[in-house]
Nanobody, 119 residues
Framework: QVQLVESGGGLVQAGGSLRLSCAVS????????MGWYRQAPGKQRELVST???????NYADSVKGRFTISRDNAKNTVYLQMNSLKPEDTAVYYC?????????????WGQGTQVTVSS
Protein backbone atom coordinates (compact mmCIF):
# COMPACT_ATOMS: atom_id res chain seq x y z
CA GLN A 1 0.00 0.00 0.00
CA VAL A 2 1.34 3.41 -0.98
CA GLN A 3 -0.01 6.75 0.15
CA LEU A 4 0.66 10.32 -0.90
CA VAL A 5 -0.49 12.80 1.72
CA GLU A 6 -0.64 16.45 0.73
CA SER A 7 -0.87 19.47 2.98
CA GLY A 8 -0.45 23.23 2.91
CA GLY A 9 -3.29 24.44 0.73
CA GLY A 10 -5.60 27.24 1.76
CA LEU A 11 -6.92 30.70 1.05
CA VAL A 12 -4.47 33.54 0.44
CA GLN A 13 -4.64 37.03 -1.00
CA ALA A 14 -3.01 37.87 -4.30
CA GLY A 15 0.69 38.45 -3.82
CA GLY A 16 0.84 36.08 -0.89
CA SER A 17 2.65 32.77 -0.45
CA LEU A 18 1.85 29.17 0.36
CA ARG A 19 3.97 26.06 0.75
CA LEU A 20 2.61 22.68 -0.27
CA SER A 21 4.01 19.40 1.00
CA CYS A 22 3.50 15.84 -0.19
CA ALA A 23 4.80 12.88 1.77
CA VAL A 24 5.04 9.41 0.26
CA SER A 25 4.74 6.37 2.50
CA UNK A 26 4.42 2.64 1.98
CA UNK A 27 6.25 -0.31 0.48
CA UNK A 28 8.50 1.34 -2.08
CA UNK A 29 12.13 0.82 -3.05
CA UNK A 30 12.86 4.26 -4.43
CA UNK A 31 11.15 7.34 -5.79
CA UNK A 32 12.08 8.65 -9.21
CA UNK A 33 10.37 11.79 -10.40
CA MET A 34 7.93 13.72 -8.24
CA GLY A 35 5.74 16.55 -9.34
CA TRP A 36 2.87 18.91 -8.81
CA TYR A 37 -0.10 19.33 -11.12
CA ARG A 38 -3.20 21.49 -10.82
CA GLN A 39 -6.75 21.53 -12.07
CA ALA A 40 -8.91 24.62 -12.10
CA PRO A 41 -12.71 24.39 -12.42
CA GLY A 42 -13.71 23.59 -15.97
CA LYS A 43 -10.13 23.05 -17.09
CA GLN A 44 -7.89 20.06 -17.69
CA ARG A 45 -5.24 19.04 -15.20
CA GLU A 46 -1.93 20.69 -16.08
CA LEU A 47 1.68 20.26 -15.06
CA VAL A 48 3.03 22.82 -12.61
CA SER A 49 6.48 21.49 -11.81
CA THR A 50 8.51 18.30 -11.61
CA UNK A 51 11.75 17.25 -9.95
CA UNK A 52 13.87 14.17 -10.61
CA UNK A 53 15.65 12.08 -8.00
CA UNK A 54 18.82 13.94 -8.95
CA UNK A 55 17.25 17.32 -8.39
CA UNK A 56 16.63 18.45 -11.97
CA UNK A 57 13.55 20.64 -12.13
CA ASN A 58 10.99 21.67 -14.71
CA TYR A 59 8.35 24.40 -14.48
CA ALA A 60 5.32 25.53 -16.43
CA ASP A 61 5.94 28.93 -18.03
CA SER A 62 3.09 30.40 -16.00
CA VAL A 63 4.86 29.75 -12.68
CA LYS A 64 8.50 30.24 -13.56
CA GLY A 65 10.17 32.70 -11.22
CA ARG A 66 7.33 32.44 -8.68
CA PHE A 67 7.20 28.76 -7.68
CA THR A 68 10.04 26.58 -6.44
CA ILE A 69 9.93 22.79 -6.20
CA SER A 70 12.21 20.86 -3.87
CA ARG A 71 12.40 17.44 -2.29
CA ASP A 72 13.78 15.75 0.80
CA ASN A 73 14.75 12.24 -0.27
CA ALA A 74 15.32 11.13 3.32
CA LYS A 75 11.70 12.00 4.12
CA ASN A 76 10.23 10.95 0.73
CA THR A 77 8.66 14.39 0.60
CA VAL A 78 8.27 16.96 -2.16
CA TYR A 79 7.52 20.63 -1.57
CA LEU A 80 6.16 23.46 -3.68
CA GLN A 81 6.91 26.98 -2.48
CA MET A 82 4.46 29.34 -4.17
CA ASN A 83 5.20 33.06 -4.04
CA SER A 84 3.56 36.07 -5.68
CA LEU A 85 0.35 34.11 -6.03
CA LYS A 86 -2.23 35.26 -8.54
CA PRO A 87 -6.00 34.58 -8.74
CA GLU A 88 -5.32 32.43 -11.81
CA ASP A 89 -3.28 30.08 -9.61
CA THR A 90 -6.53 29.03 -7.93
CA ALA A 91 -6.94 25.28 -8.43
CA VAL A 92 -6.79 21.90 -6.77
CA TYR A 93 -3.11 20.94 -6.60
CA TYR A 94 -2.16 17.28 -6.93
CA CYS A 95 1.08 15.58 -6.08
CA UNK A 96 2.39 12.71 -8.19
CA UNK A 97 5.21 10.25 -7.52
CA UNK A 98 6.85 7.78 -9.90
CA UNK A 99 8.50 5.01 -7.91
CA UNK A 100 9.83 1.45 -7.86
CA UNK A 101 7.91 -0.98 -5.67
CA UNK A 102 8.11 -4.73 -5.02
CA UNK A 103 5.62 -5.19 -7.83
CA UNK A 104 7.56 -3.04 -10.28
CA UNK A 105 7.48 0.59 -11.43
CA UNK A 106 4.32 2.49 -10.59
CA UNK A 107 2.86 5.95 -10.10
CA UNK A 108 0.45 7.31 -7.51
CA TRP A 109 -1.41 10.58 -7.12
CA GLY A 110 -2.31 12.46 -3.98
CA GLN A 111 -5.88 13.33 -3.09
CA GLY A 112 -5.42 16.99 -3.95
CA THR A 113 -5.30 20.16 -1.89
CA GLN A 114 -7.26 23.31 -2.66
CA VAL A 115 -5.42 26.57 -3.26
CA THR A 116 -7.58 29.68 -3.53
CA VAL A 117 -6.10 33.09 -4.31
CA SER A 118 -8.37 36.07 -3.80
CA SER A 119 -7.95 39.32 -5.69
Amino acid sequence: QVQLVESGGGLVQAGGSLRLSCAVSGSIFSINAMGWYRQAPGKQRELVSTITSGGSTNYADSVKGRFTISRDNAKNTVYLQMNSLKPEDTAVYYCRADFRAPWGPDEYWGQGTQVTVSS
